[in-house]
C-alpha cells in the first residue's frame, strides 16, 4: 500500500507541476497545462505579483516589499511582514519552504523551484505517513478509494498537513488517551481551520459525559501554543482572521441552490447559521466518550467530519483529502462505487475551475447555450459539477448517518 502511495503523490507532484519548475527540474516542459497548485500560487503572490502594489492592505512592513518590487531579496515572515488568511502552523509551513528557497536559490526560477519542491516532499512525507498510520492501526482498505483525491489533491494545498495531526487524534481517541487527542486535534486547526470540527466535538463530549478533562484541556492548550504565539507577535491576527471569515462568500456550498434569490450577505448568514446548527445537532447525536466501543465513536467522528464538510458554506474540494481518509480507515459501510463518483466529480472541479471561461464560450458556440463564464455562477457548467458532487456528497452522509456501520467496511 505504501508503494502505490507513493506513486500517486509523485504522480500528483508532476501534475501540479509549474511550467517553470519543469524545465528547471525536467529541463523541458512535459505537461503544458499543469493543474493549478495553491501553495506555488500563494508564494508567487507574496514574493511577486503583489510587492509592487502600493495600494495593497497586504503588507504590513512595506519596506521589505519596496525590496522585493525592485528586484531584491527579502525574508518575509507571515503575520509579521504580511497578512495571511491561514491558520499559525500552515504560515509557518510557507515561512520554511521559503526561507529555504532565498537561502539557496539564484533567481525566481530556481527560488520558485525550490519553494514548490520543498512543499511537494513535505506534503508526501505528511500523506504516506497518514496512510501507513491509517492502514497499520486500522487496517485501513483505501484503493482504488481515495487514489484519485491523492492524485489531484495530494500537494494541492495545505490541507494535506493536517491529516498526520487527525488520524493521531482518532488513534489516541481509540486508545483512550484524550490528552493526546486534544493536542493532535488542536495542531490540526493550528493548519487548518476546519479541524474545529474535530476539536470542537472532543471539548464537547468531555463536558457533556462529564469526564475529566484536564488532562484534554493541557493537551488542546499545548496544541493552540501556535495560535498564542501569532496573537503574541501579531495582535490583529485574530480580528483579521475573524473579519476575514465574517465576509459574504461562498466557494461551492450546496445551500447556495436554496439561497440564490438572497443577497449575497443574506445568504451567507443563513447559510453559515444553518451550518453551526446542524454542527451542533450533529454533536448532540454522538456516542460517549466512556463507551467500551471506542470504534463506534470513531465511525461516529468520521462521518460527522464529512457530513459537516458536505454541507459547508465554502465547500472547497481540496478538504476532501482530509475528510475521505478517516472515513476509509474507520471501514464505514457504504457504496463505494457512490464514494467513487464523489470523487470524481470533486477531481474534475479544479481540472475545470480555470476552464470555466472556455466552456461557457463552446456552450454557446455549439450548442447555443448561454452561461455565466464565471465558475462561482450556478449557470456555468463548472457549478454543474460542483452540485453533482455536492449532492452525492450529501445524500451519501444521510446514508452514513441512517444506516448501522458494518465492521467489514
Known amino acids: 500500500m505504501l508503494a502505490v502511495t507513493i506513486i500517486l503523490v509523485i504522480l500528483s507532484i508532476i501534475l501540479h507541476m509549474p511550467i517553470e519548475v519543469q524545465e528547471a527540474v525536467f529541463k523541458h516542459v512535459i505537461l503544458g497545462s499543469p ?14 505579483s503583489e510587492p509592487c502594489n502600493q495600494a495593497s ?23 509579521i511582514d504580511y497578512r495571511l488568511n491561514q491558520p499559525p502552523l500552515a504560515g509557518f509551513i510557507l515561512a520554511l519552504i521559503t526561507m529555504f528557497g532565498l537561502q539557496y536559490s539564484a533567481g525566481p526560477g530556481v527560488f520558485l523551484t525550490i519553494s514548490y519542491m520543498l512543499h511537494s516532499i513535505l506534503s508526501a512525507i505528511a500523506i504516506t505517513y497518514s496512510v501507513y498510520r ?14 484519485l483525491t491523492i492524485v489531484v ?22 486508545e483512550g488517551k484524550l490528552g493526546k487527542a486534544g493536542l493532535f486535534s488542536a495542531l490540526g486547526m493550528s493548519i487548518n481551520f476546519f479541524t474545529m470540527v474535530l476539536l470542537g466535538l472532543l471539548i464537547y ?36 482572521i475573524l473579519n476575514n471569515m465574517l465576509q459574504p462568500a461562498f466557494n461551492n456550498g450546496v445551500f447556495l441552490l436554496l439561497t440564490s434569490k438572497l443577497s449575497e450577505g443574506a445568504a451567507y448568514a443563513f447559510n453559515t447559521g444553518l451550518w ?19 470504534e463506534e465513536v470513531l465511525r461516529y467522528i468520521a462521518i460527522l467530519m464529512f457530513s459537516l464538510y458536505s454541507i459547508h458554506p465554502q465547500m472547497v474540494p481540496q478538504t476532501l483529502v482530509i475528510t475521505l481518509l478517516p472515513l476509509i480507515a474507520t471501514k464505514m459501510r457504504g457504496n463505494t462505487l457512490l464514494t467513487l463518483l464523489i470523487e470524481a466529480a470533486n477531481a474534475l472541479i479544479i481540472a475545470l475551475w480555470f476552464e470555466a471561461a472556455t466552456i461557457s464560450s463552446y456552450l454557446s458556440s455549439i450548442l447555443g447555450i448561454v452561461s455565466s463564464p464565471q465558475p462561482t455562477s450556478l449557470d456555468n457548467p463548472v457549478q454543474w459539477v460542483v452540485q453533482f458532487r455536492n449532492a452525492l456528497a450529501v445524500v451519501y452522509s444521510i446514508d452514513l448517518l441512517l444506516t448501522s456501520p458494518s465492521p467489514e467496511g
Do not use: Q
Not at 518590487?69 to 503575520?79: D, E, H, K, Q
Not at 491509517?134 to 487514489?147: D, V
Not at 453551526?276 to 471506542?294: A, N
Open 35 to 48: 493543474l493549478y497548485n495553491d501553495v506555488y500560487a500563494l508564494v508567487k503572490y507574496v514574493f511577486y
Open 57 to 79: 492592505w497586504f503588507w504590513i512592513d512595506r519596506n521589505d516589499a519596496f525590496s522585493l518590487c525592485r528586484g531584491g531579496s527579502a525574508l518575509v515572515i507571515p503575520f
Open 134 to 147: 491509517a492502514s497499520t492501526r486500522f487496517t485501513a482498505r483505501l484503493y482504488p478509494l481515495y487514489a
Open 153 to 174: 489533491y495530494g500537494v494541492y494545498g495545505f490541507d494535506t498537513y493536517a491529516l498526520p495531526f487527525i488520524i493521531e487524534a482518532l488513534i489516541s481517541i481509540r
Open 205 to 240: 463530549l468531555v463536558i457533556r459525559d462529564n469526564m475529566e478533562g484536564k488532562s484534554v484541556i493541557t493537551g488542546i492548550l499545548f496544541g493552540l501554543t501556535p495560535y498564542f504565539i501569532i496573537v503574541f507577535l501579531a495582535p490583529d491576527y485574530p480580528g483579521y
Open 276 to 294: 453551526l446548527f446542524l454542527m451542533l445537532t450533529l454533536y448532540s447525536m454522538s456516542p460517549p466518550l466512556t463507551t467500551h466501543d471506542k
